[in-house]
């Protein structure tokens, strides 16, 4: 049962432009969302959070994006970087005391120079 | 910086055979996660620690995995026997109420099982 969907596997992007990743979720319960950026070979790193009482949260190029009503979550990217290729993954915490992670499959950004 | 660390990194072993991974969290941090991550797919939560005790092992498939964290520190995650369909990524990852819950992943142990 797959609480947190990311249904672009992949997006390309050129150097400059905004990257847009998308995420859905199913579990009104969640109460906190994660993006997670992975490189080949290397754990997942934190990026940018958000909490379900905000509807935006900005840390530099990176701007996250709740819309409770529609269960649904973005990431934007401007500018993209060459250095920003990577995997994204969206995850969701349960709520209350519950701290496991959900995550989705991920979406694999390339930027173009 | 603080840092999750893993050991071995790569793993490759004949099916039928045990195989452990081992994970040092940060320094503190309470709960610790052991994920496995198949590829094309995002990380999926085995078990959870908060010091010595599981408090999650549902996804854990029980009849060859195991997972153990006797002082609350470091873990092991074992699996006996392995099979093919065992080959993914196995992260660690640890967290504390100081720093917001948020999870720090390792680098991961890359097991091939053939």
């Known amino acids: 049962d797959q609480q947190v969907k990311q249904n672009s596997p992949s997006l390309s992007v050129q150097e400059g432009r905004i990257s847009i990743l998308n995420c859905d979720y199913t579990?009104?319960?969640?109460?906190?969302f994660l993006w997670y950026k992975k490189y080949p070979a290397e754990g997942p790193t934190f990026l940018i959070s958000?909490?379900?009482?905000?509807d935006k949260n900005e840390d530099g190029r990176f701007t996250v994006f709740l819309n409770k009503s529609a269960k649904h979550l973005s990431l934007h990217i401007v500018p993209s970087q060459p250095g920003d290729s990577a995997v994204y993954f969206c995850?969701?915490?349960?709520?209350?005391?519950?701290?496991?992670?959900?995550f989705g499959a991920g979406t694999t950004v390339t930027v173009r120079a | 910086e603080a840092e999750v660390a893993q050991s071995p990194r790569y793993k490759i072993t004949e099916k039928s055979q045990a195989v452990a991974f081992w994970c040092d969290p940060i320094?503190?941090?309470?709960?610790l996660y052991w994920y496995r991550q198949i590829l094309g797919q995002g990380p999926e939560l085995l078990v959870q620690?908060?010091?010595?005790?599981?408090?999650?092992d549902s996804q854990l498939p029980k009849d060859r995995f195991s997972a153990e964290r006797l002082k609350g520190v470091d873990s092991t995650l074992k699996i006996q026997p392995a099979e093919l369909g065992d080959s993914a990524m196995y992260l660690c990852?640890?967290?504390?109420?100081?720093?917001?819950?948020?999870?720090?992943f390792g680098p991961g142990t890359r097991l091939t099982v053939t």
């Open positions: 990852a640890s967290s504390s109420r100081l720093a917001g819950y948020e999870q720090y």
């Open positions: 579990n009104s319960m969640f109460d906190y």
């Open positions: 958000i909490s379900s009482i905000k």
């Open positions: 995850a969701a915490r349960g709520g209350s005391n519950d701290y496991k992670l959900s």
């Open positions: 320094s503190g941090h309470a709960t």
């Open positions: 620690f908060q010091d010595e005790s599981v408090v999650d």
